[in-house]
């Protein structure tokens, strides 16, 4: 199985076999990955707010300065732990209509559940903006505003965007997870609410906690998005304010900026710890049964009304605000707008180019992240290197935790001064490869930790080289969570705005989009780019999908 799993020849799996055995390969693997990690996706970024440290003195000095640093950080506390909470609540079920359903449209719906994370930031921000606050520029809709500019539209933007990073690390563990379990509870007399309850969420709690560390990481840095929305209300990314960053106009901002961006890295990475730590001694399932309730709340009305309330929090909250901004795509389609468009006459000669780029990018950024992603995630979670691993574990998320265009910038210094001749396209990628690093590992290290070690060690007891046990028993009872962990990154990456613009000159389409947005391009050609871009990706993962046709479903 193994091999047919891999697809490899069956003479160099042999020799692969061999050479994992070979302790000077198998920790030169590791070794280059702890490398790897530090040289492109850790100290690059780190590396922007260390060359500014020393101007934070006189951020001490600034009272007011200060007191709106730090109610910016608290706000942005506040909101990831309210969003990240509310994500694994309402994920959970979505994920588990998905992975269990036998319906032949689920690929579809789960292929939409990623649509979200396609939505350039800047115009997933932009499509809220629209549909909450004033929805009557775009479409007759709704006739009046539903939600007004401030920390109730932030916390529903940072929820749309997280939304789908939750379900696509929970869909990945149900997945990879034997159905055989459930069935034996079952067997048993247990209702299917007290199966998943003392059984799944029990089995499956590190994806579960992973998805909580992604969903928050993602809502602390994410800052074009959130500017658009925010209105009044102030955050760490928004009050760091790239420009500003960028232009090093005011010493006393830029010490504050730096200040903030620290903190938001300490106490997250203290956070992150705690929620691990706590989570590995919180004991699912929770001790206690109610088997009455629970037997009602199992079975045909109950499970309908919360596939339906899972699908209404989906498409009401989720889907249809992100899907906004690209609506006028289809008044758009009847005019002399498509034409152009297909023809490629300005300004969409520029788009088809930054599409392009994109999805080469988005294809390059995910082969390199299972490459040098793979060991880490085996490093994290079976504790390679010893306590230095649970270090590592930490310092994954680091990049998710710096706003992206303070990312973007710390690259360009860091590549730019240390290697002038370093291609645009290599910044570029470098900075994508950054930025979705820590969803890949994070999403394996949790499928690899599921595993229960003994299985490996009897592997290796009957003779089992290191190649094998992963061909053999790793990767079968990881691949969903390895394809999920790969669809994310493959969607951030193509999404990705702040941190392409800051980094190079090249366009990708989400900042040729954004410059439409700023330019204040017709809306029907920027909702027919939005279309396009939305379209072509949903087809690109649905075709995926359909490529597994399913495999593991049950």
């Not at 007290?194 to 992604?214: D, W, Y």
Request: charged share 15%; with cysteine; glycine share 6%.
């Amino acid at each position: 199985m193994g091999l047919r799993l891999v697809g490899l020849p069956k003479k160099l799996v042999e020799r692969l076999d061999r050479l994992s055995s070979k302790r000077v390969v198998k920790y030169g693997v590791y070794l280059a990955a702890v490398v790897l990690f530090f040289a492109l996706i850790l100290v690059p970024p780190i590396l922007g707010i260390i060359i500014k440290w020393g101007e934070m003195q006189g951020v001490f000095g600034d009272v007011e300065l200060m007191a709106r640093a730090l109610n910016a950080v608290e706000n942005s506390f506040a909101v990831a732990v309210l969003v990240s909470v509310l994500d694994v609540v309402a994920g959970i079920p979505m994920a588990w209509l998905i992975a269990r359903s036998k319906s032949r449209w689920i690929n579809v719906l789960d292929t939409l559940a990623d649509v979200p994370f396609i939505v350039p930031t800047a115009v997933l921000g932009y499509s809220l903006l629209l549909f909450w606050y004033k929805p009557g520029e775009i479409s007759p809709l709704f006739g009046y505003s539903l939600v007004s500019p401030g920390w109730l539209l932030v916390a529903l933007l940072h929820f749309t965007f997280s939304y789908p990073v939750v379900v696509r690390v929970i869909v990945g563990a149900l997945l990879d997870y034997k159905i055989e379990y459930e069935q034996a509870s079952r067997t048993l007399g247990a209702p299917p609410l007290t199966t998943a309850r003392t059984v799944t969420l029990g089995i499956i709690k590190p994806s579960l906690i992973a998805a909580f560390i992604l969903a928050f990481a993602r809502s602390i840095s994410e800052t074009g998005a959130t500017m658009m929305v925010a209105g009044a209300f102030e955050n760490g990314p928004t009050f760091e304010n790239g420009p500003i960053f960028i232009q090093n106009t005011k010493d006393d901002y830029v010490g504050a900026t730096v200040f903030v961006s620290l903190i938001l890295i300490v106490f997250s990475c203290l956070i992150f710890a705690a929620v691990r730590v706590l989570g590995s001694r919180f004991k699912l399932p929770i001790k206690g049964a109610w088997p009455t309730l629970e037997r009602k709340l199992s079975y045909t009305a109950a499970a309908s009304a919360r596939d339906s309330v899972a699908l209404l929090i989906f498409f009401a909250v989720v889907l249809v605000p992100s899907l906004f901004a690209a609506l006028p795509a289809f008044e758009a389609l009847p005019t002399d707008i498509l034409q152009r468009a297909l023809s490629s006459s300005p300004p969409w000669n520029d788009y088809w180019e930054g599409l392009i780029r994109s999805y080469s990018i988005g294809a390059a950024v995910t082969v390199l992240n299972i490459l040098i992603g793979l060991p880490m995630a085996i490093i994290v979670a079976r504790k390679r290197v010893g306590n230095f691993s649970s270090v590592l574990n930490v310092l994954v998320d680091v990049p998710i935790i710096i706003p992206s265009v303070a990312l973007g910038v710390s690259l360009k210094f860091f590549w730019k001064e240390t290697l002038a001749f370093i291609p645009e396209i290599w910044l570029l990628t470098f900075a994508h490869l950054a930025i979705t690093y820590p969803y890949f590992v994070r999403a394996m290290s949790a499928a690899v930790e599921r595993i229960s070690i003994e299985l490996e060690e009897a592997s290796r007891t009957l003779g089992a080289k290191p190649f094998c046990v992963f061909r053999t028993i790793v990767f079968p009872l990881t691949k969903y969570s390895m394809f999920s962990g790969a669809i994310m990154v493959f969607t951030r990456s193509v999404s990705e705005t702040g941190a392409t613009l800051a980094v190079t000159q090249l366009k990708t389409a989400p900042v040729v989009l954004v410059g439409w947005v700023k330019k204040e391009v017709s809306p029907l050609e920027i909702g027919l780019g939005c279309g396009f871009l939305i379209l072509i990706s949903f087809l690109i993962l649905l075709t995926l999908r359909l490529v597994v046709k399913g495999k593991g479903r049950y």
